[in-house]
Structures are given as structure tokens and as C-alpha cells.
T-cell receptor, first 116, second 114 residues
Framework: DAGVIQSPRHEVTEMGQEVTLRCKPI?????LFWYRQTMMRGLELLIY????????DSGMPEDRFSAKMPNASFSTLKIQPSEPRDSAVYFC??????????????FGDGTRLSIL | DQQVKQNSPSLSVQEGRISILNCDYTNSMFDYFLWYKKYPAEGPTFLISISSIKDKNEDGRFTVFLNKSAKHLSLHIVPSQPGDSAVYFCAASQEGGGADGLTFGKGTHLIIQP
């Protein structure tokens, strides 16, 4: 079975550029999560979707960050304009959904983002 | 303000011995706890979970203990094997909370020595 698929695996770009990270959740999963991992703050939840609808985006750092889920099989996280402090590993995860936080989330292998 | 804390950044254990990873939490509303394991360049993978109505859950070599009064949980791995070398994350969630996402600790790097 295919797991959560993230692309690209690595992204290096210059400050000020737009960055788009992509995620394909596991088929049949209703919940999708975007996390960011940094040395200082560990793994932080950025935004959570249920049935393609954003439920909680309180973790999104600022307006430069936006996320969409146009359909059940695709989500994007966009940073515009990007800044060096956005450098981190970004993970996407999905779960079957339904019971709040009770079903283990399945993570993709992450996108390592470096902003120069 | 870290709500889930793993105070040991790393832990070294001899192969065959017991590994004990600890996790403390401050939010008394948390009622479901999970442990994830992460290898380099991969995403975290689910290992074991426990509901707050239990104080112990066992799955093969892995056992999680929950002490609600102390707001403390631990993961025991016995016997430890070389493939257990990884970063272990403790995570928590709450019923009726604002987000269905998980609150993670910063992780403990477990090193199993031959």
C-alpha cells in the first residue's frame, strides 16, 4: 500500500521566492495534517484538514504561509515570500479521521526546505 | 510553553537490556498518548498508544506506562535490539480540543550499543 507521498524531498531556494510543498494522503483517509520540524521547536502542527476543509490553522506561523486541499487526494503548503527562518523539515500526515486524535497518523518522509 | 516534554535528548543502552524512555506533560486535558519512532530521512511511524483510562499497554517488546497523577508516561523496550536505534517522539491529544493534531515532545535519540 502506498503511504503518504510528499514532494519534493528536498528544496533549496533563495529568500523571497515562492515555495510550494505537495502531499498525497493515503487513499480513504479523511484527515490531513501539516507539521514542521525544527531543532528549536521540534514537531509543530501547522494546519489540519478534515474532509478537505481546513479545521484549525492556528499553528500557521504567519500570513506568508497558506495551505489548500482542493480534493481528497492532494494538498499543498505554500510559503510566499520565503525567509531563511522557514528552513525546516515539513511533514504531511493523514489519518482515517472520525475519532478525534484517536487514530494514529501516518507520516510522509518529509520535505527538507532550505531558504538561502 | 512546551506541553509535552522529553527531557533526555539522548539515551544509550546496551543490546539486550531494557530501554526506558520518559515523557512528561503539563496539559491535564490530554487523554490519549502515542509514541512514534523516527529513522533519519524518514517520517515518524506509529509505535504504540495508550488511553488515559488505562495505565499500561503492551505490544510485543514495547510497553507504555501512564501515571496520570504524575502526568508522566514511559516507553519500555525489552530486550533492546540494534534496529531500535532511532529518535522516539512522545505525542498527546485531547478530546474536544481545538485541533485534532498531535502535540509532540522534542524526541529522545535512542542508541543501542552492541
Amino acid at each position: 500500500d502506498a503511504g503518504v507521498i510528499q514532494s519534493p524531498r528536498h528544496e533549496v531556494t533563495e529568500m523571497g521566492q515562492e515555495v510550494t510543498l505537495r502531499c498525497k494522503p493515503i487513499s480513504g483517509h479523511n484527515s490531513l495534517f501539516w507539521y514542521r520540524q525544527t531543532m528549536m521547536r521540534g514537531l509543530e502542527l501547522l494546519i489540519y484538514f478534515n474532509n478537505n476543509v481546513p479545521i484549525d490553522d492556528s499553528g500557521m506561523p504567519e500570513d506568508r504561509f497558506s495551505a489548500k486541499m482542493p480534493n481528497a487526494s492532494f494538498s499543498t503548503l505554500k510559503i510566499q515570500p520565503s525567509e531563511p527562518r522557514d528552513s525546516a523539515v515539513y511533514f504531511c500526515a493523514s489519518s482515517p479521521g472520525g475519532t478525534r486524535g484517536r487514530e494514529p497518523q501516518h507520516f510522509g518522509d518529509g520535505t527538507r526546505l532550505s531558504i538561502l | 510553553d512546551q506541553q509535552v516534554k522529553q527531557n533526555s535528548p539522548s539515551l544509550s543502552v546496551q543490546e539486550g537490556r531494557i530501554s526506558i524512555l520518559n515523557c512528561d506533560y503539563t496539559n491535564s486535558m490530554f487523554d490519549y498518548f502515542l509514541w512514534y519512532k523516527k529513522y533519519p530521512a524518514e517520517g515518524p511511524t506509529f509505535l504504540i498508544s495508550i488511553s488515559s483510562i488505562k495505565d499500561k499497554n503492551e505490544d510485543g517488546r514495547f510497553t507504555v506506562f501512564l501515571n496520570k497523577s504524575a502526568k508522566h508516561l514511559s516507553l519500555h523496550i525489552v530486550p533492546s535490539q540494534p534496529g531500535d536505534s532511532a529518535v522516539y517522539f512522545c505525542a498527546a491529544s485531547q478530546e474536544g480540543g481545538g485541533a485534532d493534531g498531535l502535540t509532540f515532545g522534542k524526541g529522545t535519540h535512542l542508541i543501542i550499543q552492541p
